[in-house]
């Protein structure tokens, strides 16, 4: 059997693809929407509708990484990705929002590996999570209302730590 040149390339954006539907399927129903609608919302880089800041608390669960079916990645991370505080703090001040298809098309040659989820406080009491890809400088961020994810808004730091 010859293999394709092409499947290591396609097994990433395959798991991304994975990643991304397990998060929306994860933030419940969205709002309905005509196709033209979901085309735009997909295509265009929406922020977080509030201030990324000023933290009050930040709830690491794990600073391990995990492939599309929630195993440990086998490869280690990049030092530069290690999730503590500080490079949550950092994330938040420095991210710039990216649409879904920038992800899914420029940065998902990486982002194989996804972090496990950061719970993090804001001081006026809004909460939110978030998931880092390993490779890419992605996250993915939800607000949580009564402990519940909401919609998913895409942030790339491409300045954090390389």
């Known amino acids: 059997m010859v293999l394709s040149p092409y499947r290591g390339a396609l ?3 395959f798991v ?4 991304l539907y397990a998060a929306a399927v994860h933030a419940g129903p969205a709002p ?3 196709p033209a609608q979901a085309d735009q919302r997909r295509t265009e880089a929406r922020p ?3 201030a990324l800041g000023p933290v009050q608390g930040i709830r690491i669960r794990s600073t391990r990484y995990f492939d599309a079916d929630n195993r440990p990645c086998a490869a280690p991370r990049p030092k530069s990705r290690t999730i503590t505080a500080r490079h949550v703090r950092t994330f938040l001040r420095k991210a710039v929002p990216v649409s879904q298809i920038d992800v899914m098309n420029y940065y998902g040659a ?3 590996c ?3 989820w950061v719970d993090v406080s804001f001081a006026d009491g809004r ?3 978030m998931t880092f890809a390993a490779d890419s400088g992605v996250a993915y961020l939800a607000p949580l209302v009564d402990g519940k994810e909401g919609e998913v808004y895409f942030y790339v730091c491409e300045d954090c730590g390389r």
């Not at 991304?16 to 990643?19: G, P, Q, T, W």
């Open 127 to 129: 909460r939110v999570r």
């Open 32 to 34: 309905d929407l005509t």
């Open 110 to 112: 990486f982002g194989e």
């Open 16 to 19: 991304l693809c994975s990643a």
């Open 114 to 116: 996804m972090s496990d």
């Open 48 to 50: 977080y509708p509030h």
């Open 11 to 13: 097994l990433h954006r």
